[in-house]
């Protein structure tokens, strides 16, 4: 009985997995919004029903990839943060990020969610203002707000930017790059 269990969630399993390849291929032709489920589904080469019995619109699947990329992102970023280590947070990230490329690609295109990245290094927002004080940044909060958001949006555009030429560099190095980019831009105001 445990078998045919199994079985049934392999099948939806891969069924998710064909959905899902194919929104990525649509989205690389134009946005979520112009998709419908029948497109979709001819993409995807399979019925509306099994479309509908997972889904309810193309808008809904695209959430569910944007969550799962997210949480597993997060989780990466939680354990990162836990051992106080950026190196090791941003390389978590990026190699989730190359993990996912073609998913991420579409995100950050014109036709996706070009927030999504911003959202997923917030998560580190709280524990980067802890670590910039400890440091000895001891400007006031509104002013350590504009320094977090100038070193978010380059490491975001620095992603993006990678992405684009198509992540020819190690995720490592695209992670030390922004580090040591973000350490020198923030040093400036050790003291202040």
Same mark, same amino acid.
């Given at each position: %009985?445990? &078998?045919? +269990?199994? !079985?049934?969630?392999?099948?939806?399993?891969?069924?998710?997995?064909? @959905?899902?390849?194919?929104? *990525?291929?649509?989205? !690389?032709?134009?946005?979520? +919004? !112009? /998709?419908?489920?029948?497109? @979709?589904?001819? &993409?995807?080469? %399979?019925?509306?029903? =099994?479309?509908? $019995?997972?889904?309810?619109?193309?808008?809904?699947?695209?959430?569910? /990839?944007?969550?799962?990329?997210?949480?597993?992102?997060?989780?990466?970023? *939680?354990?990162? @943060?836990?051992?106080? #280590?950026?190196?090791?947070?941003? $390389?978590?990230?990026?190699?989730?990020?190359?993990?996912? +490329?073609?998913?991420?690609?579409?995100?950050?295109?014109?036709?996706?969610?070009? #927030?999504?990245?911003? &959202? @997923?290094?917030?998560?580190?927002? #709280?524990?980067?203002?802890?670590?910039?004080?400890?440091?000895?940044?001891?400007?006031?909060?509104?002013?350590?707000?504009?320094?977090?958001?100038?070193?978010?949006?380059?490491? *975001?555009? =620095?992603?993006? !930017?990678? /992405?684009? #030429?198509?992540?020819?560099?190690?995720?490592?190095?695209?992670?030390?790059? /922004?580090?040591?980019?973000?350490? &020198? +831009? *923030?040093?400036?105001?050790?003291?202040?």
């Amino acid at each position: %009985m445990k &078998h045919s +269990g199994e !079985k049934i969630d392999r099948r939806v399993l891969y069924t998710k997995m064909i @959905l899902k390849e194919s929104l *990525v291929e649509l989205m !690389k032709e134009k946005p979520i +919004g !112009k /998709i419908t489920p029948t497109e @979709l589904c001819r &993409h995807a080469n %399979m019925n509306r029903n =099994t479309f509908y $019995s997972h889904y309810d619109s193309p808008e809904d699947l695209l959430r569910s /990839i944007e969550d799962e990329l997210y949480e597993q992102i997060k989780h990466s970023i *939680v354990n990162s @943060l836990s051992k106080g #280590d950026i190196f090791l947070l941003l $390389s978590e990230i990026c190699q989730a990020i190359h993990n996912n +490329g073609d998913l991420c690609s579409v995100l950050l295109s014109e036709y996706g969610d070009k #927030d999504f990245f911003r &959202h @997923l290094i917030d998560l580190a927002h #709280d524990r980067t203002i802890e670590e910039w004080r400890a440091a000895g940044i001891l400007l006031e909060k509104e002013k350590v707000e504009f320094l977090y958001c100038f070193s978010i949006s380059g490491s *975001v555009a =620095t992603i993006q !930017k990678w /992405i684009q #030429d198509g992540m020819k560099q190690r995720p490592e190095d695209i992670a030390r790059f /922004i580090e040591k980019a973000t350490q &020198h +831009g *923030v040093r400036g105001f050790v003291g202040r």
